[in-house]
C-alpha cells in the first residue's frame, strides 16, 4: 500500500505517486480558501512536506485520525499561518487584517468536494485508457452526466441522437462504477 511504502525515504517513485495524488486536491483546497494558485500551490508543497516527515517519524496514527484528517490539518494550519502574514501587511497599509475564516465543517466539506472531484478525474482518465469506449461516448456522458447537459444539447453539440446519449451514460456508467472503487481503494 502506497502509505506504507511511504516510510521508505529511499522510495522515490512511491512520493511521486502520493505527490499526484494529493497536490491536485490540497492546492484545490487551497484556492477554496481564497488563496491564489501560487500560493495554493505553495502550500500544497509544503503540507505534503510536512505530512513525509511526520509520517517517516512515526507521528502518524490510524487508529486516532483518518488519513485525510491529518492532511486537512497540516494544508489548514500552512493556510492559516499564510492568512496571517497576509493579514499584517494588510494592518500596515490600513485595510482589515480579518478575513472569514471556514469552520471545521466547512473545512471537511470543501475537502471531501475536493476529494472526489480528484477521485472522479482519475476514474475518466481511466475509463479513456482502458476500455474501448470512444471519446465521443465518454464526451456525451461527460457533458450530460458531470456537467448536467441535457441529453437534447448533448445530442445537437456531437451531432449525435438523444437516444446514443442516453445509450453513452449507460455504457459510462458501468464501467466508471468499477474504475471508482479501484480508485477508491487506492486512495485509503
Not at 483546497?29 to 505534503?48: C, H, K, M, P
Not at 484528517?69 to 485595510?95: M, N, T, V
Request: glycine letters at 4%.
Amino acid at each position: 500500500m502506497l502509505l506504507e511504502a511511504l516510510a521508505d525515504p529511499d522510495d522515490q517513485d512511491v512520493w511521486v505517486e502520493f505527490d499526484k495524488r494529493y497536490h491536485p486536491i490540497i492546492q484545490a483546497f487551497g484556492v477554496r480558501l481564497g488563496l491564489s494558485q501560487s500560493d495554493a500551490a505553495d502550500i500544497a508543497q509544503e503540507t505534503l512536506l510536512c505530512f513525509v516527515r511526520d509520517y517517516r517519524a512515526g507521528k502518524y496514527d490510524r487508529s486516532r485520525a483518518r488519513l485525510h484528517s491529518w492532511i486537512i490539518g497540516i494544508a489548514q494550519h500552512r493556510a492559516y499561518d499564510l492568512f496571517r502574514k497576509q493579514g499584517r501587511r494588510r494592518e500596515k497599509r490600513g485595510e482589515s487584517a480579518f478575513d472569514p475564516v471556514p469552520d471545521k465543517h466547512q473545512l471537511t466539506q470543501i475537502w471531501s468536494e475536493e476529494f472526489e472531484r480528484a477521485r472522479l478525474r482519475e476514474a475518466l482518465a481511466q475509463l479513456r485508457a482502458q476500455t474501448n469506449i470512444n471519446e465521443r461516448t465518454i464526451e456525451a456522458f461527460t457533458r450530460h452526466v458531470i456537467h448536467r447537459q441535457t441529453p437534447e444539447v448533448v445530442a445537437s453539440s456531437l451531432e449525435m441522437t438523444v437516444q446514443a446519449v442516453y445509450l453513452a451514460k449507460h455504457r459510462c456508467v458501468g464501467k466508471l462504477r468499477t474504475i471508482l472503487s479501484e480508485v477508491e481503494r487506492i486512495y485509503q
